[in-house]
């Protein structure tokens, strides 16, 4: 018999849907764009090279859209942390997911967790992406990706997807730079022990951590 409870993954279903959407109105030229894009991502072995379970989270200190620092370790003296990043808020895929923490938030505080959401966006940024998904978690801007490449999560983007990110939106004026660099939308939990327990890795900025996963790993 088939256990209903595993097809049940609210967030998965809302990212297959907006594949869906993009698939049936995306022009031909861009969605090969966009596939290029993520085929040269897995070329670099971005996931193979980014940290791992087992391995000891670098500690670091951000501003939050406040500009108050926060310092993973001291975070985690209170319980262990659930550690993700997401691309800014312009990106459809970021949103549905910290919507979807936002909601899981509750059941993760439950069992002594906390989230630090990390953006390369500048704190201007962040915090119209904070106050526009109402979130009750720290988000922190690393301006330049300097803790995402110390996790080793960030990559370049093609020069088409660049272009694209540039005339759609102005990718450069939400990050203050125009290098075209950006993290996976990697998620870690960490434990108090300031070891990583779980990660989720993945080089298609689709694919997203689900939120009952992290909550099933947690208990």
């Not at 030229?29 to 040269?40: H, T």
């Amino acid at each position: 018999m088939e256990d209903t409870n595993k097809t049940i993954r609210p967030l998965e279903k809302e990212i297959n849907d907006k594949k869906a959407a993009f698939e049936s109105s995306a022009s031909e030229d861009k969605k090969q764009k966009y596939a290029e894009g993520i085929a040269a991502v897995v070329a670099t072995n971005i996931v193979g090279k980014a940290l791992q379970v087992g391995e000891t989270a670098i500690n670091f200190t951000l501003p939050n859209a406040l500009g108050k620092k926060i310092t993973l370790y001291d975070a985690l003296e209170n319980g262990p942390v659930i550690l993700m990043w997401y691309r800014g808020g312009w990106c459809p895929y970021c949103n549905m997911q910290l919507h979807y923490m936002q909601e899981m938030l509750p059941e993760f505080k439950k069992l002594g967790a906390s989230l630090l959401a990390i953006t390369p966006e500048t704190p201007d940024n962040s915090i119209s992406t904070q106050e526009k998904n109402n979130l009750e978690f720290e988000v922190l801007s690393d301006v330049d990706n300097v803790v995402g490449f110390q996790y080793k999560v960030v990559f370049k983007l093609t020069d088409d997807v660049k272009e694209i990110y540039e005339n759609g939106f102005g990718l450069s004026n939400f990050n203050g730079t125009d290098k075209g660099e950006l993290p996976l939308a990697a998620t870690y939990i960490i434990g108090q022990d300031k070891v990583i327990q779980y990660a989720f890795l993945d080089a298609d900025y689709r694919n997203r951590a689900e939120p009952q996963d992290l909550l099933e790993h947690l208990k």
